[in-house]
């Protein structure tokens, strides 16, 4: 037992936070400000980052790193779960918002990592994907999507509406959840990669947001949109009994990411306040807590909750690269990752006080953006459902 | 001080009775038995006859358990098969000895003869006394340690303590203390009639600070004058040593207080929970000990040994915050209200998820902690943290679980009332254990 990070993954993470303090950091203000234009810089990061995801067998930054391990291996590893947690992390630390509009980085690649076939994943490789699952009546309830998906020869029609699609004006491929046949429930609900120019398949507008305004977070609409039939990620069988499995599957891989950028932006306030308030605090980690100012008091237990949070991310993608079932843990660590960044983000602006609440400092950004961290991905809601249901043993029917 | 009569008639009897006498006549358990009768009642007394401690095996130089061979510096959640099954065979003795007897030793805040040699004959101490010294302790292992307090708690916390007191003395002898200590008491942890010993460091005062002890320590040619009062102090009658905490030239060190020393009193003082550890206060008014008496050289690295403590406690934590979670699952899935189980209203279940998220933070915190004591690294920031969230965590999961049996969780026919008494401590409590 031991729960420090390995060398590679401690050089891993710097790099990610060097490049965030180089390229992330200058820019971020200013995406912030303008929202909806492409942040341009982020070319030359992705190319930089598709280098070093080459180079380093696996052990990337992106999100497209997250595969399930599951071939039995000699001994405890440390893997592209793992590194992509790591790397995130780092990334966040800089800036979440611009992660997320990173080409080729996106959570629409993790869903292609988790489902796709060996034929697929190669066709699709070195493309920008996005996610499109949440609909104008559909949220959490991802089980209820109305978009269709008709058989028609070798191509499937897509007919509905996609909204909060994060890069869906920027990236390459868009997945699309869509069912097969309404009437047969979660298991007829299918993925399909659409790749953009793709007739029927238009952005229709681009929100307006609290937070991560560097990221577009586009509606789509889908008018009779032909996909060819190579394009359905996965098995295109309804299969009742697998269910709903297959594409939910895609989150046990995604959740730990999603709490990974929660774990970075918390870092970044927290880094930020403890320098701030230096000249009034003294941190020695050894006075009792009720015996300290309250500043650090807080700065205290700010901390441990980050540090439970990053721990619980790490156990779910450590989890996921040794091959063992982490769903619970995966929605475990979005959970408190949810709750922790929103809440320390928001406490470091407080002990800031006016320094925290201005456009001079970056401390009342990450407070806005870690908002969606806590909603995204499975809001903090529906983390602690999944979790009740397993330690609970009870189906979707009687917890609902 | 002024003692009360008993404490009067036991001083006498006590000063006659010189500890190797009373063992020689026979005394000892009319001794003890006295000490109970008038601790029992609230009543300060001496503390415990304590045997003639002579080294068998005298140590030139400490021995030391080196830090466990690793193969890999990487994360890893596992634990090996060793470990695993002393897991199984103490949560085995928890669940089928400690667990049944919590509600009674609660009451009678003591545990009991029979279930300590029961407890003994799990060899626990064996693993906290090197092999030189007859143990079987062949490397540092505060992460089995860890283990065992969280399997033992989740029997119950009280008699989890009782049973660890002793082993936790032993372990900060094995880690800091010098030649001589180490061969004058170490072999005793070993014995048939096990050395009972606790670590005294709490102090009666709001806001206590383990860096700030009131307790003092006078230098003097012989060796050391201490007086002071100390609290908390589990297994106070039957212990025959003290670790006692005390400050010596402005800076908190450790000290060996047999309990027989001059100037030694005890009450037993029960709290709100932790009871079967038979928790009081130490007393002492100008006690004198030797040179030999401070624990380790200037090495001695205080602000490790109270978080080798707080981690025990730490693990406790876990052990009875789990008991609470694997009580309320099924409790909350059979009770019915308005025709359906209570665990399908959310209001429920997400109080149900929060244990268990929490309990999981709580407890990769924990181990994070003390992984990296184990392997001799710094770990003072990890386990302030680790000691932070489960004062904080720990104390919630133990109102919820009151809460989510409701009235019922408030009585004694459950044990979730226990649980939350016990758990109240986690964030009180300085000393005690050492991992």
């Known amino acids: ?400 | 001080m002024s003692r009360d009569p008993i404490g009067l008639a036991m001083a006498t009897m006590s000063r006659i009775a010189s500890s190797s006498l009373v063992e020689k006549m026979g005394l000892r358990t009319t001794i003890e038995k006295l000490t109970y009768q008038g601790t029992k009642t609230g009543f300060q007394a001496l503390g415990a006859a304590s045997r003639q401690f002579k080294s068998v095996t005298q140590l030139l130089r400490p021995e030391r358990l080196e830090a466990p061979a690793q193969p890999k510096s990487q994360f890893d959640l596992t634990i090996s098969e060793e470990q695993q099954m002393m897991r199984d065979s103490v949560r085995a003795f928890a669940t089928e000895v400690l667990r049944p007897a919590a509600s009674n030793s609660d009451v009678e805040c003591t545990l009991s003869e029979d279930l300590l040699s029961q407890a003994n004959e799990l060899g626990l101490s064996y693993f906290a006394v090197p092999e030189n010294l007859g143990g079987a302790a062949t490397e540092r292992s505060p992460v089995t340690s860890m283990l065992i307090a969280e399997d033992l708690a989740y029997g119950d916390m009280g008699l989890a303590v009782a049973i660890l007191s002793s082993i936790g003395v032993a372990n900060a002898l094995t880690q800091w203390g010098t030649a001589a200590q180490q061969s004058k008491y170490l072999p005793a942890f070993l014995d048939e009639n096990l050395l009972q010993a606790a670590i005294a460091v709490n102090e009666k005062r709001p806001l206590f600070n383990a860096n700030q002890l009131s307790t003092t320590a006078q230098e003097n040619a012989g060796g050391y004058v201490l007086n002071g009062a100390k609290t908390m102090v589990p297994l106070i009658d039957k212990a025959e040593l003290f670790l006692v905490a005390a400050d010596l030239n402005g800076k908190p060190r450790v000290f060996l207080v047999e309990s027989s020393t001059e100037g030694v009193t005890i009450a037993l003082k029960p709290n709100m929970g932790v009871r079967a550890a038979n928790m009081g206060d130490l007393i002492l008014e100008q006690v004198s000990v030797s040179k030999d008496a401070l624990l380790g050289e200037d090495t001695f690295d205080y602000e490790a040994f109270i978080n080798m403590a707080r981690l025990g406690w730490c693990s406790l934590a876990l052990g009875t915050a789990q008991a609470v979670l694997d009580y309320v699952i099924p409790y909350c899935n059979e009770r019915v209200a308005f025709g359906e189980p209570i665990s399908h209203r959310q209001s429920v279940a997400f109080m149900i998820a929060n244990i268990g998220i929490e309990l999981n933070a709580m407890r990769l915190m924990t181990q994070r902690a003390v992984a990296l004591a184990e392997r001799g690294k710094p770990f003072a920031r990890e386990a302030y943290l680790a000691r932070v969230i489960c004062a904080d965590k720990a104390m919630e999961i133990g109102t919820n679980g009151v809460q989510l049996l409701g009235g019922h969780g408030f009585t004694k026919e459950h044990p979730v009332e226990l649980w939350y008494r016990d758990l109240r401590a986690i964030a009180v409590m300085d000393g005690g254990l050492h991992l």
């Open chain 1, 1 to 400: 037992m031991y729960l420090e990070l390995p060398k590679k993954l401690k050089v891993l993470g710097d790099m990610a936070t060097n490049l965030s303090v180089e390229m992330l950091r200058p820019i971020s203000r200013k995406y912030d400000l303008a929202e909806h234009d492409y942040p341009k810089e982020l070319d030359l990061v992705a190319s930089m980052l598709d280098g070093m995801n080459d180079g380093e067998g696996g052990a990337g930054v992106g999100a497209d790193q997250s595969k399930q391990k599951k071939e039995e291996n000699a001994g405890v590893r440390n893997g592209a779960n793992m590194a992509a947690c790591v790397g995130i992390q780092g990334f966040c630390w800089g800036d979440v918002g611009l992660l997320l509009t990173l080409p080729r980085q996106g959570l629409g690649n993790a869903a292609i990592g988790a489902v796709a076939n060996e034929e697929q994943s190669k066709r699709f490789q070195g493309k920008w994907a996005a996610m499109a699952i949440t609909e104008p009546g559909t949220g959490s309830d991802s089980a209820n999507i109305s978009t269709t998906a008709k058989q028609d020869g070798d191509y499937y029609v897509l007919n509905g509406e996609k909204i909060y699609v994060t890069a869906g004006s920027r990236a390459d491929i868009i997945v699309v959840w869509a069912t097969l046949d309404k009437a047969a429930g979660r298991a007829a609900i299918k993925s399909f990669a659409v790749e953009r120019g793709t007739p029927g398949m238009e952005v229709t507008r681009l929100e307006h947001k609290l937070g991560i305004k560097a990221s577009d977070t586009a509606a789509i609409s889908f008018t009779d949109c032909r996909v060819h039939k190579s394009n359905l990620l996965g098995n295109p069988e309804i299969d009742t009994k697998k269910g709903f499995g297959g594409v939910m599957q895609t989150f046990d891989n995604t959740r730990p990411l999603v709490a990974a950028m929660a774990v970075g932006v918390a870092k970044a306030a927290l880094d930020r306040t403890k320098e701030l308030l230096k000249d009034y605090t003294q941190l020695d980690y050894s006075a009792p807590i009720n015996s300290v100012a309250s500043a650090e008091a807080e700065i205290y237990r700010m901390e441990a909750d980050w540090e439970a949070a990053r721990l619980l991310t790490l156990q779910a993608a450590w989890m996921a690269d040794n091959g063992k079932p982490n769903s619970m843990e995966a929605s475990m660590a979005k959970a408190k990752a949810g709750r922790a960044c929103n809440a320390i983000t928001l406490k470091c602006v407080e002990l800031c006080s006016g320094l925290g609440y201005g456009e001079d400092e970056l401390l009342e950004k990450w407070s806005r953006d870690s908002k969606i961290l806590d909603i995204f991905e499975g809001t903090q809601q529906i983390q602690q459902l999944i979790v009740a249901r397993r330690l609970l043993n009870l189906s979707s029917a009687e917890l609902k």
